[in-house]
T-cell receptor, first 113, second 113 residues
Framework: EPEVTQTPSHQVTQMGQEVILRCVPI?????FYWYRQILGQKVEFLVS????????KSEIFDDQFSVERPDGSNFTLKIRSTKLEDSAMYFC???????????FGSGTRLTVV | QKEVEQNSGPLSVPEGAIASLNCTYS??????FFWYRQYSGKSPELIMS????GDKEDGRFTAQLNKASQYVSLLIRDSQPSDSATYLC?????????????FGKGTKLTVNP
């Protein structure tokens, strides 16, 4: 079963530091996404990415966030200056056809102290 | 703000019973509907998708959609302890070809042996 791979599984960072969360989507998928889930809350959409550009982003995805596909396999989420409220589980997802739902990665738990 | 509402539970059923999970959504034009299963501390896992009114069956799972009532449900037959998880309803909103998923907060299901 193909998987979406995320690294690291857990990252602890100091407030104000930059973090990069990494994802390797399923190889034949074309659509890529980042979601986050604050503990005990809903899964929330951050951004979608297709054809090497952002196709949609939420109000959460402000100037502190950026995404990149630096090569043919990796998809990254950067948070430039982390805040305490950025502490959450971050999920990468990919889809072959966006109508049919996505496959989520196992997540990165980000803890900002 | 487009909303997806679920009864947070917990819903407790005995092993072998039918578990019924419900979801309502506010965006009348929504086209795609998904059920995800999320074990504690893990990522969402797609278990069912449904796009047209009526029932869709896959093994022990049946998804039901009623667009007039803006209601989607998931039935789990012959419930097993391994089905104990939080079940997330997710909907694709209509605006501008959006491909994001809007999630409900989830219903926690416990299947008692």
């Amino acid at each position: 079963e193909p998987e979406v791979t995320q690294t690291p599984s857990h990252q602890v960072t100091q407030m104000g530091q930059e973090v990069i969360l990494r994802c390797v989507p399923i190889s034949n998928h074309l659509y890529f996404y980042w979601y986050r889930q604050i503990l005990g809350q809903k899964v929330e959409f951050l951004v979608s990415f297709y054809n090497n550009e952002i196709s949609e982003k939420s109000e959460i995805f402000d100037d502190q966030f950026s995404v990149e596909r630096p090569d043919g396999s990796n998809f990254t989420l950067k948070i430039r200056s982390t805040k305490l409220e950025d502490s959450a589980m971050y999920f990468c997802a990919s889809s072959e056809n966006r109508r049919y739902g996505y496959t989520f990665g196992s997540g990165t738990r980000l803890t900002v102290v | 703000q487009k909303e997806v509402e679920q009864n947070s539970g917990p819903l407790s059923v005995p092993e072998g019973a039918i578990a019924s999970l419900n979801c309502t959504y506010s965006d009348r034009g929504s086209q795609s509907f998904f059920w995800y299963r999320q074990y504690s501390g893990k990522s969402p896992e797609l278990i069912m998708s449904i796009y047209s009114n009526g029932d869709k069956e896959d093994g022990r799972f049946t998804a039901q959609l009623n667009k007039a009532s803006q209601y989607v449900s998931l039935l789990i037959r012959d419930s097993q302890p391994s089905d104990s998880a939080t079940y997330l309803c997710a909907v694709t909103p209509t605006q501008g070809g959006s491909e994001k998923l809007v999630f409900g907060k989830g219903t926690k299901l416990t299947v008692n042996p």
